[in-house]
Nanobody
Framework: QVQLVESGGGLVQPGGSLRLSCAASGSRPRINSMAWYRQAPGKERELVARIFSSGRTNAADSVKGRFTISSDNDMSTVYLQMSSLKPEDAAVYYC??????????????WGQGTLVTVSS
């Protein structure tokens, strides 16, 4: 069972930067991808960015050019570097891991979420 611990959220002014981290611990099945989602009040959870074990990444159009997802070589930790933050970026950010167990079953794990507030 993979456990995820997120950190790095907080209050930042518009135009500022934050770096989120998500550390995976516990059993180490095959991780295929790690991602960040976010959910603002009254809105559905949305994908922010994903990084695959191949190193390929994708990101939502709303954050391209401002947010960068990266990970350690063994995908034990995933980061989200957020720059030029806007008030509309304020949300609870969730870490997500998808992969295969030792018996080749798909699994998906969510972190507990970390709050990002963008306000002057």
């Amino acid at each position: 069972q993979v456990q995820l611990v997120e950190s790095g959220g907080g209050l930042v002014q518009p135009g500022g930067s934050l770096r989120l981290s998500c550390a995976a611990s516990g059993s180490r099945p095959r991780i295929n991808s790690m991602a960040w989602y976010r959910q603002a009040p009254g809105k559905e959870r949305e994908l922010v960015a994903r990084i695959f074990s191949s190193g390929r990444t994708n990101a939502a159009d709303s954050v391209k050019g401002r947010f960068t997802i990266s990970s350690d070589n063994d995908m034990s930790t995933v980061y989200l570097q957020m720059s030029s933050l806007k008030p509309e970026d304020a949300a609870v950010y969730y870490c997500n891991v998808q992969g295969l167990t030792a018996t080749f079953k798909n699994f998906e794990v969510w972190g507990q979420g970390t709050l990002v507030t963008v306000s002057s």
